[in-house]
């Protein structure tokens, strides 16, 4: 390889990353808080009060995060709580959405990387690292700020493809202890990164060409890992995470509810169209809909083909393989699931993709001179633009919290938890009656929804409809027992209503639950409303 190869492979690289920062721009300008923002960041005690004792509890915390519902996130939270303390708040979220394009950047650049040393084309992983870095779907990853897990996540497993690819091709055993240090860092991000083993057993079958006993137990260490993080994180799941009875599906319907989540991912890819973060599943989510039939037989019908033609060409068997087992950490089948599918799950399971349209791409400029090159450059940019159209109209949906919000409900309108969000937003304008009526659509939807009914009561309550209030936020606190916080509104609203013996069990019910929860800023204004009402008394 001549001097002058690695720069201008650089300079390639760096001037596809300038067009993907200027398709991206507008999200450094974006408001939004999405769904599970405010629990992550913005109201996270840990993430907003920065120091090492928060370090230090995102990492102790493994089995049983306290501040998370669901599997330990360290890396994610630590780096989240240093965008904080660069000045990150709600109404300057461009603190966040620098570190998460900075790091979707850094994707785009590992993917040309990893798609060159697959390919042996430059040119090809140049455009398909364009196409994937404007691709509409990379939209929500960067603009949702909690989605920061999937960036992190993808960008350190990219690192440990990339590290392991070299390890290959040099024999370097430091490179492949970069590898297993990279994909170390991808699980303490997000664990949906579990497959990663697996991912380098397809390589070395396509294109690598390597497989054998040998190289198969030499991924021991991965595979290790990977065992590791899936008990942690099962546990973690287990013992954080309530899934309500009769939510999980018969395993007989896993085969075609997976089936059909692939249908639908490839379409997105294939065509966006309109994006979410929310997905509903298809009425009726059987095999009884004609929508569904046809995605489980189409996806039934690719796998068998491609199965079929492998020894002729096994490049896009790999590819969607690769692609299937990226994505397998993410298939949650689940009867009454709100989300059937979202953007961000595809961000780690592109390359699957990609790296059959690298290997047809370097086919076909190998074959083609003079116009059919042309084409393809031409093709490649033509793609790109539609993209890059595609790209800035999701972000605008992103542009403000209230604005994010109606659009999700426009797109997922039977999911009550966007109702609630978006009467949430409204009741921050003053829009009383509107947020009402939105949280009233949510207990329509699902009558046993405790967030829908302590938001009615406080938007009643601040209504000066005290006694309503009280029987919402009863609700809400006989629905979430647990919840510290819906037994002190439920105290407050007694208090206001003249039941003061009542309001001062339901603050000490609160304390307790608040202790336990180690949630001291909720401990902290009961016993203040405890020690004023004493006084009162």
Known sequence: MSPARPLARAAAILLVCGVVTTVHWPVLGAQALSLDDEQFVTRNPLVTRPGWGSVGRFFAEVLEPSSVPGYSLPLTMTSLMLDWSAGGRPGNLAPFHRTNLALHLASVALIVLILERLSGSLAAALALGLLFGVHPLTVEPVAWITERKTLLAACFGFASLLAYLLACRRGSRAAKVVSLAAYLLALLSKPTVLTLPLLLVVLDLWPLRRFSARTLAEKWPWALLALAFTFVSALSLERTLVVPAGARADPGSWAWQIAWTLAFEVSKLVWPGTLACVYEPPDPYALSNLLVLAGVIGVAALTISLALGARRSPWPLAGWVFFVVALVPTFRPVNGVFIAAADKYLYFAAPGVLMVLAAGIKAAWTRGRGLPRAGLVLLTLALAALEARGTRAAIG???????????????????PTLHDALGSRLFETGAWEEAMSEYRRAIA????????????GNALATAGRTEEAIGEFRIASRLAPDDGRAAFVLGLALDRAGHGAEATAEARHALALAESARDEALAAQVRAFLEGHARKR
């Open 445 to 456: 939807l699902e009558p046993g929804y405790p967030p829908a009914h302590f938001n009615l």
């Open 397 to 415: 949906n992103w542009h403000d919290s209230l604005t994010h919000f109606r659009h999700l409900v426009a797109v997922a309108p039977r999911t």
